[in-house]
């Protein structure tokens, strides 16, 4: 039997330490909750209240409940009113000396048997441990920001803490509502040992002004379906914890040098630009503590006249292949009220073009999304071909034929000696450089990359990508486009996976090396990134939707481009895809789908 926690005690009420008091007072469990000072208490009762108040406002909680939680609460200041408690959580900011502090005092001051429990999101918790007397009775309790809110908790256990012990917290865990995650003490447990990496990256592209900090945010909201951008996380978690995070990651974690703090961030925090606490971070805010972002001096020009300042005019689209990509972007055209030329490589490859573009059409019409005038004015203005001949007079060229450099040269050379003089020629690869396409040709500056992304009618993304010869015209030219097809251009440079990839799949390496090192299963790491950082998938999720196989490749180009030793590709990638388990399409992956 588990034993039953009556009363629990919560050191620090800042915003993460009054959650976790709100977490267990909703649960019917007493708190003492313990600050340094009278006026650090009554900030802490005042964010307890305002969040309280604030459930109660949207209809989450009914003002009976609210009072009770109130009363099972009581504030003190000193650490010498937890004498009585079963189990104390540390909530302090995240400096191991202050914490070391603590705990020496809550050993002396708290009955011998009461778990004694840090919620580090990133200090060894065994170093917080030694400076008690009852190592095998303390244990890692991180919960995430907002508490009241997120499902997860990491367990976190030591060599030395004592299975009972682990067994009471997890029972605890399942009381509160809360989905736990077991696992060993290291740098950045689970979630942020694999979020903080891709946020250090995100930083890094914004300080070589690779992408704007607006491009990049969208990028991945929009490119990957996450809850926010990582700039704009930063500035919400605070780029001073951050710093502390990453800088205890790199000496804990092996000094894997993705993360090292970027110099930016450490010059922003001296700056004192701290994120949404201090009112500017990446971003400006409304006033300290504000969610609402308020334009200022790095703010782009949101008009479409700013968009379209010095694009050239676009009324005819040829679009070159038969694949899914190519089929789908000739529809987003069509739809948007261009004159689409679609060429192909024969006659038999236009008609199954031309019907995966009606069958697409009509299912939206069924859907009740397009009118069937709109679907008949689409295909009215489309034009099937099996000739290059017939792009001599379009505006646009976007190619979406087969990744190999060498196919997409060939093209490109022809579509310089076809095109008239002023057209864009887009090429829609995700991995290969743009620069070696635009160079097959006597016009490299009007050359740029249109990266949409799969299924492009559905999703609303694509990546402008611009190499050192495109001219600025050729790019308005293209961000001018997506505007008028209704889809978010991000600009970047021309580097391999552009802004997405190059984010998301060091990420997903990072997964697996983690699954490799038998640190935790792959469903607690999904469940991490799910439940603790609001990804809409978990990476081995992702993974065998992706496939392993093209994942494998795209991590490839970015080790062989970028030549960092933490790119490399996880070798039970590699060994999985020589093994043929691609994911769902070979009905094995990191999973066995073969049932489902």
């Keep these: 039997m588990a034993r039953e926690f009556s009363t629990v ?7 993460m330490g009054a959650g976790i008091v709100e977490v267990f007072a909703r649960n019917g469990i007493d708190v003492v909750a313990v600050e340094i000072s009278e006026p650090a208490l009554e900030r802490g009762r005042a964010t307890l209240t305002a969040s309280t108040d604030r459930a109660v406002a949207k209809g989450k909680l009914a003002a009976a409940d609210r009072d009770a939680l109130h009363e099972r609460v009581h504030f003190a200041v000193g650490l010498p009113a937890l004498h009585s408690v079963d189990l104390v959580i540390e909530a302090v900011p995240e400096h191991l000396d202050l914490k070391q502090r603590i705990f020496a005092e809550l050993d002396r001051v708290c009955r011998p048997e009461a778990i004694l429990a840090t919620n580090t999101s990133s200090l060894s918790v065994t ?8 190592p095998n009775q303390v244990i890692g309790i991180h919960f995430f920001n907002p508490a009241p809110v997120m499902k997860l908790v990491e367990v976190v256990r030591t060599v030395v803490t004592s299975p009972e012990v682990v067994a ?14 077991t696992i060993n003490d290291r740098a950045g447990f689970i979630a942020n ?16 002004h690779y992408a704007a900090r607006e491009d990049i945010d969208a990028a991945m909201k929009l490119g990957c379906g996450l809850p926010m951008g990582p700039l704009a996380l930063m500035d919400l978690i605070g780029l001073d914890t951050a710093y502390e995070i990453l800088d205890t990651m790199y000496r804990r974690g092996g000094r894997d040098r993705r993360h090292a703090p970027v110099p930016l961030l450490k010059q922003m925090v001296t700056a004192g630009l701290l994120g949404r606490k201090s009112g500017r971070g990446f971003y400006t805010y409304e006033r300290p503590g504000s969610p609402v972002v308020v334009p200022d001096e790095a703010t782009p020009p949101a008009t479409e006249a700013a968009l379209a300042d010095g694009a050239r005019a676009i009324a005819k689209v040829g679009v070159v292949g038969s694949g899914t990509m190519a089929t789908g972007i000739i529809e987003v055209f069509a739809k948007a009220g261009y004159e689409v030329v679609s060429v192909t490589r024969g006659a038999e490859k236009s008609a199954k073009v031309c019907e995966a573009v009606k069958t697409s059409l009509n299912k939206g019409v069924v859907r009740g999304k397009l009118a069937e005038a709109d679907r008949d004015a689409a295909l009215g203005r489309i034009s099937w071909s099996a000739t290059l001949d017939h792009l ?22 022809s579509l310089d000696e076809i095109c008239k003089p002023g057209v864009v020629l887009a090429t829609t690869t995700s991995s290969l450089p743009v620069i070696d396409v635009a160079m097959a040709t006597q016009r490299p500056a009007d050359v740029v990359g249109l990266h949409f992304f799969n299924p492009a009618p559905v999703m609303p993304l694509v990546e402008v990508v611009r190499t050192i010869r495109t001219s600025p015209e050729a790019t308005a030219t293209a961000r001018a486009v997506c505007a008028a097809l209704g889809k978010t251009g991000v600009v970047c440079g021309d580097r391999s996976g552009f802004i997405v990839n190059a984010l998301l799949f060091p990420y997903l390496n990072d997964a697996v090396r983690m699954l490799e090192a038998s640190y935790s299963t792959a469903d607690d790491i999904d469940h991490a990134m799910k439940l603790g950082c609001g990804y809409p998938m978990g990476p081995f999720e992702l993974l065998d939707v992706v496939g392993l196989d093209v994942a494998l490749a795209i991590q490839r ?8 030793p933490g790119f490399a590709p996880a070798p039970l990638l590699e060994h999985l895809v020589t093994a043929g388990y691609l994911g769902r399409k070979t009905r094995r992956g990191f999973r066995d789908h073969s049932h489902r």
Excluded: P, Q
């Design 127 to 134: 170093e917080i441990s030694v400076a008690t007397t009852r």
């Design 193 to 208: 040992a694999l979020l903080f990496g891709y946020l250090n990256h995100a930083v890094a592209m914004a300080e070589s």
């Design 168 to 181: 009471d917290v997890e029972a605890l865990c399942a009381r509160l509502g809360k989905v736990d995650v």
């Design 9 to 15: 005690g919560v050191v620090g009420l800042g915003t």
């Design 557 to 564: 180009e970015l080790y062989l481009e970028l030549r960092e």
């Design 392 to 413: 001599a007079d379009v505006d646009l060229v976007v190619e979406a034929v087969v990744e190999e450099l060498s196919v997409k040269k060939a093209l490109f050379a």
